[in-house]
Structures are given as structure tokens and as C-alpha cells.
């Protein structure tokens, strides 16, 4: 069973508007979540990670992490087509040593 | 800053070869990854090393074989390419291990024939 669920698989944004991608655990015993960003044709960069309950913002992006409902969301704001990519949520479980495990993934498009 | 070389890039080989995926990195992090990337399918995990001649089987690692030669490098083998097999193979380190930022390579793309 997938532990970390990501939607939606695929948006489509306009330049300037707002993208929100969300990533869902099915197991309570969450300890971290990251979010990375990948281009075409790159491996994975970190956008950002967040530990604690709440928001975390960094310039455009901001993360928001609900333990209760075991959920954590990703917003661009001011969206722009350099941010056209493949973005994948990332948790790690206690118990999991160093084994962190990645969401499927959601294709973001945003169009000029 | 720091940086991960993957070799070879690109990686063309046979049915039933043996074929071997090259990563170093000069951060100095103990701990290293391999992935496999697949359409639609996410990053799935298939070894890592949290130390020097330490390996640990991840959720992928039936058909691999993997080496933490020294602290910079881990290498990846595929035991028997399987026909018409096409993924992305990514290698990543982290500092110590379970909470940290993971840094990746730009990955070994496999077509095999």
C-alpha cells in the first residue's frame, strides 16, 4: 500500500495564479515531510520541509502541514512557466531508519 | 556546495546483461541512495548506505545489487537487464540520514533492448 498519496496527478495553472498540490499519509506515524521539485530531464531538487503543525513559507511557496489530518499541502503562489515541473511529496515514518518514502508525484503545467 | 556525478548517463544494454550505475558525491554525507524512476510511478527506493560498507535493502531491491565502496561513492547493478526495461535510475546522499534533505543527481536513463 502506497503510504504517501499525492493530488491531484496533473494541474494546469495560468502564469501569475495560484497552484495547489496536496500529499496525504495513510500512516499516522509521520515524523517529516519534504517537498521536492523535478525538471525534465533532472533529478529531484528540495523545495522545502516541514516538521511542525502550520505553515512554512519561503518566497512563492508555502507548505502546510495538518498532523491531525495527516495532510500536507504545497501553494505557489504567482505562479510562472520556470515552475513547470514534476513535484513529489516525501515523508518519513518512525521506525523507518533512513527510508523515506515518495508520493507519485503531480505534474504541474503553467501556462503563459 | 556540492555535487553528485551519475555515470553513465545514458546506459543501452541487453537482455540478461549485467550492467553497472557509477555515483560519487563530494558533500561528505554518510548516508546514499538509489532510485528507480518509473512513468506515473513515482521514485521507488531500492538500496541505501548510511555509512562506508553499510547497505540497506529498500522496497525495490530484488534484481539489484548495490556497493558502498568508500564514504564519496555507491554503485548500483542490475543483475539481469530485463527485455524492453526503460527507467531512470537516481542516485541521492543526505548528511546523516532519516531527517534530512536529500540532494539527487541528474540520474542514468536505462533503455534496454
Known amino acids: 500500500q502506497q503510504k504517501v498519496q499525492q493530488s491531484p496527478e496533473s494541474l494546469s495553472v495560468p502564469e501569475g495564479g495560484m497552484a495547489s498540490l496536496n500529499c496525504t499519509s495513510s500512516?499516522?506515524?509521520?515524523?517529516y515531510f519534504w517537498w521536492y521539485r523535478q525538471h525534465s530531464g533532472e533529478g529531484p531538487k528540495a523545495l522545502m520541509?516541514?516538521?511542525?503543525?502550520g505553515d512554512k513559507k519561503e518566497g512563492r511557496f508555502t507548505a502546510h502541514l495538518n498532523k491531525a489530518s495527516l495532510h500536507v499541502s504545497l501553494h505557489i503562489r504567482d505562479s510562472q512557466p520556470s515552475d513547470s515541473a514534476l513535484y513529489f511529496c516525501a515523508a518519513r515514518f518512525s521506525g523507518g531508519n533512513y527510508k523515506p518514502t515518495f508520493g507519485k508525484g503531480t505534474s504541474l503545467v503553467v501556462h503563459p | 556546495g556540492g555535487i553528485i556525478t551519475q555515470t553513465p548517463k545514458f546506459l543501452i544494454g541487453q537482455e540478461g546483461q549485467k550492467l553497472t550505475l557509477k555515483c560519487q558525491q563530494n558533500?561528505?554525507?554518510?548516508?546514499m541512495y538509489w532510485y528507480r524512476q518509473d512513468s506515473g510511478k513515482g521514485l521507488r527506493l531500492i538500496y541505501y548506505s548510511i555509512t562506508e560498507n553499510d547497505l540497506q535493502k529498500g522496497d525495490l531491491s530484488e534484481g539489484y545489487d548495490a556497493s558502498r565502496e568508500k564514504k564519496s561513492s555507491f554503485s548500483l547493478t542490475v543483475t539481469s537487464a530485463q527485455k524492453n526495461e526503460m527507467a531512470v535510475f537516481l542516485c541521492a546522499s543526505s548528511p546523516r540520514g532519516g531527517e534530512d534533505t536529500q540532494y539527487f543527481g541528474p540520474g542514468t536513463r536505462l533503455l534496454v533492448l
Open positions: 500512516d499516522r506515524n509521520f515524523q
Open positions: 558533500f561528505n554525507h554518510d548516508t
Open positions: 520541509s516541514i516538521f511542525s503543525d
